[in-house]
């Protein structure tokens, strides 16, 4: 049986592109526990901004796989090194995606706007001094400026733009970047939320978070038994555990 997700020992490497690591792991992990959905789902257009070595991009592709024969994937990264790891990495699976060399979706806000039904983001997140955002090469895969929301905070009108109407964003997000405070812009702007996967490590605690739009009733609501909960259901009550969790506890 094919693997669901990309091979770590297929997966190619540059010294100014950021490898695979628990971040990496994690969202993965979020969209294999969410793949059911993510079949039902069936979307056209999944895209990753910030790609990196193309693990993510290459690990979606492949768990979507035959079962959603028309999604189309795209990848985005400042980066050029970035860009050609991605394409040998998509290569190296026979995955087949269009990888952009453009800082988060630079030139195709008009070409995919309100197309796409599924994005991942694993944004540069570490608080930083904000002179070293936006740097040349590895830099600019993890300096996020300060509290690490420079470049999240750019990300999310852009996401809210790309997004179609049932538009699913998974986010990687650290605990010093406020994720509650996220949740509530987001909901500011229709989304509900959700965390789909929670670790800690030694050194930061993540979570990674699946936005959707939740429209009025007289809108189309994910179904019951989705896995989604109304905006008072899901986002409060994850809240609560995102404000216990950034008191410094959480399970690994």
Request: glycine share 8%; aromatic share 6%; net charge negative.
């Amino acid at each position: 049986m094919p693997s669901r997700i990309a091979q770590i020992r297929k997966v190619c490497s540059h010294p100014e592109v950021y490898d695979p690591c628990d971040d990496s792991f994690a969202l993965v992990d979020a969209l294999l526990a969410d793949r059911s959905n993510l079949l039902e789902h069936e979307p056209k257009i999944c895209m990753e901004i910030g790609c990196g070595s193309g693990y993510v991009i290459t690990s979606l592709a492949l768990m979507l796989g035959k079962e959603s024969p028309g999604s189309f994937y795209i990848a985005t990264d400042v980066n050029p090194d970035a860009v050609a790891t991605t394409q040998k990495t998509l290569q190296a699976h026979e995955v087949d995606a269009e990888v952009v060399t453009c800082d988060i979706a630079s030139g195709l806000e008009h070409r995919l706007a309100g197309m796409v039904d599924v994005m991942v983001v694993n944004p540069p997140y570490v608080p930083t001094p904000e002179d070293e955002v936006g740097g040349d090469g590895i830099t600019a895969a993890w300096a996020g400026g300060i509290d690490g929301r420079t470049v999240i905070d750019r990300i999310l009108p852009v996401a809210d733009n790309l997004l179609s109407d049932k538009g699913w964003l998974y986010m990687v997000t650290l605990t010093t970047n406020n994720p509650s405070q996220i949740c509530l812009k987001m909901k500011e702007w229709g989304y509900a939320s959700r965390i789909i996967v929670q670790r800690s490590t030694e050194e930061e605690s993540l979570h990674i978070i699946k936005f959707w739009r939740d429209f009025p009733s007289s809108r189309s609501l994910p179904r019951p038994g989705s896995g989604h909960l109304g905006v008072k259901g899901s986002l409060l009550s994850q809240l609560s555990r995102l404000q216990f969790w950034g008191s410094g506890s959480g399970s690994s």
